[in-house]
């Protein structure tokens, strides 16, 4: 195993051999002063601080020139390189220290082996921090060799380690031997959770060290696994609802048809469309997503959308309450290792875990692989499974055995589901209570299908292409129970609920048009005019006497809004006025004036 990557600088040392004729003696002392005084050369000019500065001056000129000689490759200077190799070591330097040990446990420049005297000199030296012996120690306790245990968590400890050591960028094998080791861990999961993106990650790095030490083979592979995989999905359902949520704060109330509109435009199809009457519903976002939940519709993730080309808003600290965002700080966001949630920090990070531990668990549940005791109730469901195991060569007590030790579904406690399956269950109802976006399967693209084709796989068309319901009472109006709940021969919409509460706190108002979360304040209306304030509370409380869109096409409707539009501002917040209304009384105020 050569040591270091440089080219040596004894290039033309050999021309010097030849004309100083046989004397060996004489080519070695010629040889080992110019090694020596071009070495010294090479340290004043700077050209060995990487080195330097991760180790120290004592015994880097006596290892520098052990390489020297080390990459002669002639039995007559191996004498040299050992020496010189040896003393590097004696002053403590840890590339000495890992030069010795790799000579006696290899047997080369001449030394006889050493086993022990190598284990001990390879631990010198990865004590010290060298990348290089780091990585040794990781494969040794990898294999279980050399006297080490055989552990995995501990080996992706040492791979990790060392690769944090600047001077790994010197010595390219065990450079790209620690990325490909860990890579390889990520694969199975070894000592550590396992991730294609991961071990993607991993082998990407690796490549951009030297493409030659990288099976090609092995990347288009995982990059179709991860182009499939839950982890892929949860992640792009991530970027898009990041656009949506700051589009979302510019609104307060508007129609579920408008709202659909906004969920395409940002990526997200829906597996149920609305039907006529439901489209005019004025909502707000809560009610958009318990209208997802009452009429069992789940998001899906098409290939093209209309905002995929703008740009992400940067990435906010997901602990409520904290407003820094990667903008605010100037830092990029930490991420929380199971679900990838950002946090300013670890403090906000610890301060949430309460609320985002099943939150995580749910996300996880979503992208792992890993079966729930929930999910294998529904697979036991399945009438020909039996059979199906069967012609698997599992039995159904295996797979009773299999299913015993799988980790308990806790989605009945917290609401939270722990994967798709429990989601359609649940609803999208928890998904809004707990603030994450869980999506279903997304349909196949074209882009994954070509890398399917470069590992050699042809997927069938229908493979992955969304089914949209076709059980669901069309008759059903699931746009107004997400309104006005189930309530009837009364208006107890939650739009009029908050009204009546915040006229109720602050009895000077006449009416509160309530803003988005982006605006300072909400807009507070005082009628001054005496005959103004009269006719208003009459009209008031006939709209309050009437069911939740008993109003339609009515004048009195229409005044209430004449009445307040006059005192909100401009045509922005007089469409604002509108919607609110609309969820307020389940009708458009406009209706009687376009018939009148």
């Known amino acids: 195993m050569k040591a270091r990557n440089k080219k040596s600088l004894n290039a033309g040392y050999k021309n010097r051999k030849n004309k100083a004729g046989d004397s060996t003696t004489t080519v070695a002392g010629v040889l080992e002063k110019d090694v020596v005084m071009a070495v010294r050369k090479e340290i004043t000019r700077g050209r060995e601080d990487l080195i330097k500065n991760a180790y120290g001056n004592s015994g880097l000129e006596e290892y520098l020139v052990g390489t020297q000689f080390e990459k002669l490759e002639e039995e007559t200077f191996f004498e040299l390189g050992r020496k010189y190799y040896q003393k590097s070591c004696d002053k403590g330097h840890p590339l000495g220290q890992f030069a010795v040990a790799l000579m006696h446990m290899q047997g080369s420049l001449g030394q006889s082996k050493d086993e022990e005297l190598g284990v001990e000199m390879m631990n010198r030296a990865a004590k010290a921090r060298c990348g290089p012996a780091l990585y040794n120690k990781g494969r040794w306790h990898l294999e279980g060799i050399f006297g080490q245990e055989q552990d995995a968590k501990k080996a992706n400890k040492l791979f990790h380690r060392a690769l944090k050591d600047p001077v790994m960028k010197e010595f390219k094998q065990q450079h790209v031997g620690s990325l490909v080791s860990l890579a390889q861990l990520r694969m199975s999961g070894s000592g550590c959770s396992k991730s294609v993106s991961a071990a993607l990650r991993h082998y990407k790095a690796a490549e951009e060290v030297d493409p030659d030490m990288v099976d090609q083979k092995v990347i288009k592979q995982l990059l179709f696994l991860e182009s499939i995989s839950g982890v892929e999905m949860q992640r792009e359902a991530d970027s898009r609802n990041r656009r949506l949520k700051v589009l979302a704060r510019n609104i307060q109330y508007q129609s579920l048809g408008d709202w659909i509109l906004l969920y395409k435009h940002c990526g997200f199809d829906l597996s149920v469309q609305p039907s006529k009457e439901e489209i005019q519903v004025s909502l707000d976002h809560d009610g958009m997503v318990k209208w997802m939940e009452i009429a069992e519709a789940h998001q899906t993730l098409p290939e093209h959308y209309p905002a995929m080309s703008d740009p992400l808003p940067p990435l906010e600290c997901e602990r409520p309450g904290c407003d820094v965002t990667e903008d605010t700080s100037g830092e990029k966001m930490k991420k929380c290792t199971e679900c990838q949630a950002p946090y300013c920090g670890v403090a906000c990070q610890r301060k949430d875990w309460t609320r985002h531990k099943p939150v995580c668990e749910a996300i996880e549940g979503s992208i792992g692989s890993e079966l729930t005791s929930h999910e294998m109730e529904i697979l036991k469901q399945d009438e020909g499974l039996a059979e199906k195991l069967k012609k698997m060569g599992i039995s159904m007590e295996e797979f009773e055995e299999v299913s015993s030790n799988l980790k308990e579904c806790h989605h009945s406690n917290s609401s939270i589901p722990c994967g798709f399956e429990c989601f359609q269950e649940k609803g999208a109802g928890s998904q809004n209570k707990h603030k994450y976006t869980l999506v279903g399967q997304s349909v ?97 409380e006939r709209l309050l006497a009437v069911p939740w869109g008993a109003s339609a096409g009515t004048k009195c409707l229409y005044q209430v809004y004449d009445l307040l539009q006059g005192s909100v501002g401009g045509t922005k917040y007089k469409n604002m006025l509108r919607n609110q209304m609309m969820a307020e009384f389940g009708a458009d105020p406009l209706e009687w004036k376009r018939n009148n």
């Open 444 to 540: 196949l693209t074209e882009s994954q299908r070509q890398l399917a084709r470069n590992v050699g796989l042809e997927l069938p068309q229908d493979l992955g292409h969304a089914r949209p319901r076709s059980n669901r009472d069309e008759k059903n109006n699931a746009a107004a129970e997400a309104a006005n709940g189930e309530a009837t021969g009364k208006n107890e919409s939650k739009a009029l609920r908050k009204q009546l509460d915040m006229l109720a706190d602050n009895p000077e108002l006449t009416y509160c048009l309530f803003t988005p979360e982006n605006e300072d304040a909400n807009r507070g209306i005082t009628l001054t005019n005496f005959m103004g304030v009269l006719m208003f509370g009459m009209l008031w």
